[in-house]
């Protein structure tokens, strides 16, 4: 496992593009990309302003960023670097910026959700969407949801105090289909990844998740229980065999793709007392008293006494005890339920965090239908995520740490570099063979070795100071 | 005074003495003042009688003392203590015997009355004490009563309370509930409030979002626009196309087309998996009927009715076996015959197993009751032979092993191959069968080298006379004729001599296939031919095939030289390709193994290295 060298970043804003092959990454006012391989400078966009979100296009020849204070999204080519354009929201404002599937439309919501502006940049024509519904859930857009084949747009919106879902064709914007749905207050949609299938579910004052063909049939509803609070994550498998609900009740509830009915029931237990569930307790590692180590550069470590000891992970034998947090009853939005979900790239594994153990991450063989390893960190887990290739989770918690798990085991490595690199997001390239690491202003790249990559990434776990 | 006696006594003596009598049982009466006086009157009588008679009888009073006693006792019943008077006024004579009767009459009757007062104060005595252990237990039974009856009235007093408490309970429950009512109630109408007020907060806020939007979009806002340097093309390279009629059509059309693609895709899925277990039923089935058919033939001879239906259901479904798995498709009835024929048999197969279940049981029970020691010694002593004889197998096996590798520098490599693959120790007794034919091939071989080497030998000879003839002729010929004639002529000459030989040769030709035979045929695979070389017995014995083998090849003549390779060539290679196969077949196993290995191995190693400082 190799690291890139540390370059700056602000907003934690850092992606690759759709082919793989540049890095976006921002600081400022400024759009750096980066060859996705040597990292050398492959193109620098000045914007007006700080940009607050980027975006790359399908086809990975241009690049949104948008300015929300000052209502702007400016576009950037990378096969014309003087090519620019520039998109005004004016006094509407701007809330969401994003790209249509084809790379070629912008669909800007303005401020209060009172439309969304899809611009062409092939045309000079403006499209407008009206009533488009609030659900917008920290960065990522609830309301909006494109088919894999991008031939789709599915669009939440809010008419006379009802919920209406449209699912317009993208090559045209034109409505194919016009529902209302059975909700109270509709919180998000989501389309299969096969393109035939919209689940919506409410809010999380009801559980209920209904689920939609393309052509607007309602094929099933569920709803796990009431008079209590719901749904709080979905997601689906990529095999759209499968479709995982996450409830604030601390379960997970896995539908099938035939009967929509439950197959399974995930609870999140606080006590692992299964003697076949791996649990993996990251402990720290106590500093290896080397004289030589000792000498020279003076204790940096008191500067982040915490993040910067090394850590390990060490595989506790049952019963395990996680540590829960205690959620305040009396405030909205509590921490509990699960609030994250993520499926293996080959549907074999489901990565879930409840918000009320927030140490853990659990993950659940599929196949078998049962709890397979929970990984205990020693921080609250921030993020995690698949490799897109294979079954191996990258998994951070703001520590200076980076954490894989693979069916085969379990690593942690410590990211190297000066000063405290403190990981609190992460991204993997589309090969899985390398991985962003952000911190609140920089950011590296960690390499992977392809192939026996895990097996030699375990043999060097932890090397590095 | 003497009046008085004569006149209150026998009333009152009689009276007294009962009464006294009756007191004395009855001491401890309360009553008992006045039979003390009594007593007084009585006990002079009964006790102090001779300070009672000396004051009773005197000198003077004799005649007195005498018609007193006379008269008391005629009173009580005696005769009379004088003789019969003839006279009224004779004065009556005392008859000493009437008197000395009555005394002793009197002293019978005083013993008794003492015996029966003896007996009468020990049952005085004996009652009283019963008394008193009744009056105790009264007492005792009285404070009994009295506690019982405070602790009744204690509980009784507990029951109040707790009657009480529960309506007071009842009443707070009841009043809970009202609560729980009203609160739902008031949950309800707040939410409903809530809904309300949330539509109308929506309403509102969609009202100032219409207006808003008037406002910020109706006012030519000339800061919305875009600046595009220059306008791209679109991604697939085409334009845009007019929104018609046509493009809606066009829409629905691909719509419905990707939905139906979904729906076949799924239904090829489902299709698959239908057949996939459909094939599993099958396989089951068949491997029911063999199962189950072996037994077929026993129950017929008991006759038995169900299994012998039972077994015609079977020959049918055998029957039907190979007209079902041609229908592949998926069919109602297929399915349902299917379905029942596998039903059937498992519940056969169920029947059977349990049959054989109850067998063993009791046998196991026979077994336990007769012989359960012999058979267990039995037992033992055929494990200890059979280790021993699979100890020396085993040593056998080494033996020839390492005699095979000292071989094996010589032979060529598929054939080590070959023989270090099999040390099978099932197989031994089939070896041992090969062995044997092996010996009579090995004698048919010998036979047939001796042919050989005769044949080779009036083969050598007859060549020497033939070479010597053509020389004679040669000469002859190149004296008389062309070198192309003589050529000509030459090759005829050849070829005769070869089919000749050949014909000759016709026997070894012959024997060649049998020959080939014990190298592919009787083991069936060449595993098992290089088991049986592995597994021979003796060492020399093996050489000694080696040897006839290069003894062949040295002593035959050059036309069996020619044959050997030819033939042993595609034998061999035969050998390999066989060899091959069923190493691939073994594969799987030993690959499996090994992953597994790799895998604990990996998962190990893992986990010492998360030990690991």
């Not at chain 1, 094929?219 to 095999?239: D, M, N, Q, R």
């Not at chain 1, 069916?407 to 990981?423: H, I, K, L, R, T």
């Not at chain 2, 009480?164 to 609160?183: I, P, S």
């Not at chain 2, 200890?384 to 020839?400: A, D, G, N, R, V």
């Amino acid at each position: 496992m190799n690291f890139s060298e540390v370059f700056k970043l602000s907003s934690l804003l850092c992606k690759f593009s759709p082919d793989g092959k540049y890095l976006a990454s921002c600081v400022q006012y400024r759009l750096v990309v980066r060859d996705a391989n040597t990292l050398q400078i492959h193109q620098l966009y000045s914007c007006l302003d700080q940009i607050q979100h980027i975006e790359w296009s399908a086809d990975s020849l241009f690049i949104l960023c948008a300015l929300y204070k000052r209502g702007l999204v400016q576009v950037w080519s990378l096969e014309q670097p003087e090519w620019h354009c520039k998109i005004d929201e004016g006094s509407a404002g701007l809330v969401a910026s994003c790209w249509s599937p084809d790379g070629r439309h912008i669909l800007n919501t303005t401020e209060f959700h009172l439309r969304i502006t899809v611009w062409s940049l092939c045309t000079k024509s403006v499209s407008y969407i009206k009533y488009p519904k609030a659900c917008q859930q920290g960065e990522s857009l609830r309301g909006i949801t494109f088919t894999r084949d991008g031939r789709y747009l599915a669009l939440a919106e809010r008419r006379d105090c009802k919920d209406y879902v449209s699912i317009l064709v993208c090559s045209d914007w034109q409505l194919l289909r016009h529902f209302d749905t059975d909700t109270q207050d509709l919180a998000g949609i989501e389309w299969a990844p096969n393109g035939c299938v919209l689940a919506a579910w409410d809010a999380c004052l009801e559980y209920k998740i209904l689920l939609y063909s393309l052509d607007g049939r309602l094929l099933s509803t569920f709803c796990a229980y009431e008079w209590s609070l719901g749904i709080k994550s979905v997601a689906w498998s990529p095999s759209s065999q499968f479709l995982a609900v996450g409830s604030y009740d601390g379960k997970v509830r896995i539908l099938n793709h035939v009967t929509w009915k439950m197959i399974t029931e995930f609870g999140h237990p606080t006590t692992i007392n299964n003697p076949k569930i791996v649990v993996y307790k990251e402990a720290e590692k106590s500093p290896p008293l080397v004289l030589g180590r000792l000498a020279f550069p003076p204790p940096r470590a008191a500067a982040g006494p915490l993040s910067s000891t090394e850590s390990k992970y060490e595989v506790a034998s049952v019963p395990v005890s996680l540590q829960t947090l205690k959620p305040a009853a009396d405030r909205a939005n509590p921490r509990i339920g699960v609030g994250a979900l993520a499926f293996s790239p080959d549907s074999c594994f489901l990565a879930t965090r409840s918000d009320s153990v927030p140490t853990a991450v659990w993950i659940w063989d599929i196949q078998k239908l049962r709890l397979l390893a929970v990984l205990e960190q020693l921080s609250a887990v921030r993020c995690f995520q698949w490799d897109p290739r294979q079954a191996r989770l990258a998994i951070c918690t703001g520590g200076s740490q980076v954490y894989l798990w693979s069916p085969a085991g379990c690593v942690s490595v410590q990211v190297p570099g000066e000063g405290d690199f403190q990981v609190l997001s992460l991204c993997w390239h589309l090969s899985g063979d390398s991985l962003a690491l952000l911190s609140k202003d920089h950011f590296c790249l960690c390499f992977l070795e392809t192939e026996q990559g895990v097996g030699t990434a375990f043999g060097q776990r932890a090397d590095h100071t | 005074m003497g009046d008085w006696m004569t006149v209150t006594d026998p009333g009152l003596s009689s009276e007294s003495k009962y009464i006294s009598q009756y007191t004395s049982e009855t001491k401890m009466s309360p009553s008992s003042l006045y039979s003390q006086q009594v007593l007084c009157s009585s006990i002079p009588l009964s006790k102090n009688v001779h300070s009672f008679f000396s004051a009773f009888c005197t000198e003077e009073n004799i005649e007195q003392s005498i018609s007193y006693l006379d008269q008391e006792l005629t009173t009580f019943g005696f005769p009379s203590l004088y003789e019969e008077s003839k006279g009224k006024e004779t004065k009556r004579e005392l008859n000493i015997v009437a008197v000395l009767n009555c005394m002793n009459e009197l002293l019978v009757l005083q013993r008794k009355n003492l015996l029966a007062q003896e007996n009468v104060e020990t049952q005085n005595l004996k009652l009283g004490s019963d008394m008193d252990h009744l009056q105790n237990c009264y007492a005792k039974l009285k404070e009994q009563l009295e506690t019982s009856r405070r602790e009744m009235v204690g509980l009784q007093e507990r029951d109040r309370q707790l009657q009480c408490k529960n309506r007071n309970l009842h009443q707070l429950l009841k009043n809970e509930k009202d609560e729980v009512q009203k609160l739902q109630s008031i949950i309800a109408s707040r939410a409903t409030q809530y809904n309300h007020d949330m539509k109308r907060k929506e309403r509102e806020y969609n009202k100032l979002k219409e207006r808003l939007h008037q406002l910020v979009m109706n006012k030519k806002d000339k800061k919305i626009a875009m600046e595009v340097l220059n306008y791209v093309g679109r991604a697939d390279g085409k334009r845009g196309s007019w929104r018609t009629g046509k493009t809606e059509a066009r829409n629905e059309d691909e719509m419905y087309k990707i939905l139906l693609n979904d729906y076949e895709y799924r239904q090829k899925q489902i299709l698959m998996e239908n057949a996939e277990l459909k094939k599993v039923l099958q396989q089951m089935k068949k491997e029911m009927i063999s199962l189950l058919s072996p037994q077929k033939q026993k129950p017929r001879e008991r006759a038995d009715d169900s299994t012998g239906t039972v077994i015609s259901d079977i020959e049918e479904d055998a029957g039907e076996l190979s007209r079902e798995s041609t229908w592949d498709l998926s069919c109602e009835t297929v399915r349902e015959q299917l379905t029942n024929s596998i039903r059937k048999q498992w519940r056969i197969l169920k029947s059977h197993v349990e049959k054989l279940d109850n067998q063993v049981s009791k046998v196991h029970l026979e077994g336990f009751n007769e012989e359960d020691v012999i058979s267990r010694q039995d037992h033992e002593q055929e494990t200890e032979k059979l280790e021993l004889e699979i100890q020396q197998c085993k040593e056998m096996i080494k033996t020839q092993q390492q005699l095979l590798q000292q071989l094996a520098t010589a032979c060529d490599d598929d054939t080590t191959s070959l023989l270090r693959d099999c040390y099978l120790l099932e197989e031994k007794e089939r070896l041992k069968e090969e062995w044997s034919l092996f010996k009579e091939q090995k004698k048919n071989f010998e036979k047939e080298r001796r042919s050989f080497t005769e044949a080779a030998i009036r083969l050598g000879l007859e060549r020497k006379a033939f070479e010597e003839e053509r020389a004679s002729w040669l000469k002859q010929q190149f004296l008389n004729m062309t070198t192309f004639d003589h050529q000509n002529s030459e090759n005829v000459k050849l070829f005769s001599a070869f089919s000749g030989s050949s014909d000759r040769d016709n026997p070894t030709v012959h024997s060649r296939p049998r020959q080939k035979k014990p190298h592919g045929a009787p083991s069936g695979s060449p595993v098992c031919t290089s088991k049986l070389t592995k597994s021979l017995p003796a060492s020399p014995s093996t050489s000694d095939f080696c040897q006839t083998r290069s003894c062949v090849s040295e002593h035959s003549s050059i036309s069996v030289l020619n044959t050997t390779p030819e033939e042993s060539k595609p034998n061999q290679v035969g050998r390999e390709c066989t060899n091959q196969k069923w190493s691939v077949a073994s594969r799987p196993d030993s690959q499996e193994g090994c992953y597994s290995g790799c895998s604990s191995a990996h998962a190990n190693s893992h986990v010492e290295k998360d030990d690991l400082p």
